[in-house]
């Protein structure tokens, strides 16, 4: 699918890896929806990119407030393309502490929430909109990205509200890219590494600085910009389907 004149929806599409995919598709011709609930930061880039792109307050875990925002991008751009989720929380919490003290239920319920209802409820609601739009060459209709995470196959002590959130998106992909295969609607993920985004900001250095020297090579943290180059070319290249790519640099977690 050419980007070019498509339009593409993000979810946590005012920062990090969210904002980063805004602006790359933008700037190849794309009209976009960011969809957050960061009023400040998603109405600041909507005014930047001006015209072809629309902020849309959208908690993702709300079937009508996915529906509102996915009605925004038919009837301001004429269709729903692309849709990209890349809101996510990341608050870690052990499932049992030094103490002995357990895993708050409503923590792991409020991950799972955003991350896994979350994209699904999106991923839903685009498909049902793709499904109308007129088919483009080999009957492709609409594509939908998710993000998963290296901590599907490796999360580490603490992260286990997280990686069961992003371990359930893995396994989501396959039986949806099946599913929608009829409507000619692609589903891929995309498992991205330690990436710099917001989420690092609130680590001591030294967190960061023991995630990095898990990274085989090249020896740093990603750059958004790598993770939204990756989901356009996964929508350019109309063979990839049912697939989650590692976007980790050869970075493989340790238990903690």
């Known amino acids: 699918m050419d980007i070019n004149g498509k339009t593409v929806l993000v979810t946590g599409g005012a920062s990090g890896l969210g904002r980063a995919t805004v602006r790359a598709f933008v700037e190849n011709g794309a009209k976009a929806v960011i969809v957050d609930v960061n009023d400040d930061m998603g109405f600041a880039l909507e005014k930047e990119l001006g015209g072809s792109v629309v902020y849309v307050r959208t908690d993702v875990t709300s079937e009508a407030d996915v529906k509102a925002a996915v009605e925004v991008a038919v009837s301001k751009f004429g ?10 929380i990341a608050t870690p919490e052990k499932v049992m502490d030094r103490e002995g003290n357990r895993h708050s239920i409503d923590h792991f319920r409020r991950v799972i929430g955003v991350n896994l209802i979350g994209s ?49 998106i893995v396994s989501l992909t396959l039986p949806a890219a099946r599913e929608f295969a009829r409507q000619g609607i692609r589903v891929m993920a995309i498992a991205p590494g330690f990436i710099h985004t917001p989420l690092f900001d609130g680590l001591p250095e030294a967190a960061v600085e023991s995630l990095t020297q898990q990274v085989v090579f090249p020896k740093r943290l990603g750059k958004p ?32």
Do not use: W
């Not at 729903?80 to 890349?86: E, I, K, M, R, S």
């Not at 999360?155 to 992003?166: E, P």
């Not at 910009?225 to 980790?248: F, P, Q, S």
């Open 120 to 168: 699904f409820n999106m991923l839903a609601e685009a498909a049902q909109a793709m499904a109308k739009n007129e088919p483009g060459e080999d009957g492709e209709r609409g594509v939908i990205i998710n993000t998963a995470s290296v901590a599907a196959y490796e999360g580490q002590i603490g992260q286990a509200a997280y990686a069961a959130s992003k371990g359930g």
């Open 225 to 256: 910009e790598e993770y939204a180059k990756l989901a356009g070319h996964i929508v350019e290249n109309a063979y990839l389907n049912g697939e989650t790519i590692r976007m980790d640099a050869a970075a493989r977690m340790a238990p903690k």
């Open 79 to 88: 269709s729903l393309d692309v849709a990209v989720n890349c809101a996510g």
